[in-house]
Nanobody, 125 residues
Framework: QVQLVESGGGLVQPGGSLRLSCAAS????????IGWFRQAPGKEREGVSC????????YYVDSVKDRFTISRDNVRNTVYLRMNSLKPEDTAVYYC??????????????????WGQGTQVTVSS
């Protein structure tokens, strides 16, 4: 089955940068949707960014637009989330998630069947 493994989290000062990685395996179809979610203590899980084979367009939640960038390396089957200008409110556990279907339009609200273990991102001075 599909497996996702996140890495790259850590402690960073406000204004700093991190790059998260999600190594994916088990996809056998050309149809897929994969993205990043985050959850802070006491808050609901939030879709951060996603990309689908449906339209191939990256989507971002408004709070991270112009700061975060999602990308993928098809050879290594890895998806990345580059996070710049980090703010304390970005502190959360970040999860990689995927599903073997395609979407046209925003995939931030799509159902994701497969989840990684999560990686902690802490933004603090």
């Amino acid at each position: 089955q599909v497996q996702l493994v996140e890495s790259g989290g850590g402690l960073v000062q406000p204004g700093g940068s991190l790059r998260l990685s999600c190594a994916a395996s088990g996809f056998t179809s050309d149809y897929y949707t994969i993205g990043w979610f985050r959850q802070a203590p006491g808050k609901e899980r939030e879709g951060v960014s996603c990309i689908s084979s449906g339209d191939g367009t990256p989507y971002y939640v408004d709070s991270v637009k112009d700061r975060f960038t999602i990308s993928r390396d098809n050879v290594r089957n890895t998806v990345y989330l580059r996070m710049n200008s980090l703010k304390p409110e970005d502190t959360a556990v970040y999860y990689c998630a995927a599903v073997g279907v395609r979407y046209f339009g925003s995939c931030l609200d799509a159902q994701h069947d497969y989840w990684g273990q999560g990686t902690q991102v802490t933004v603090s001075s």
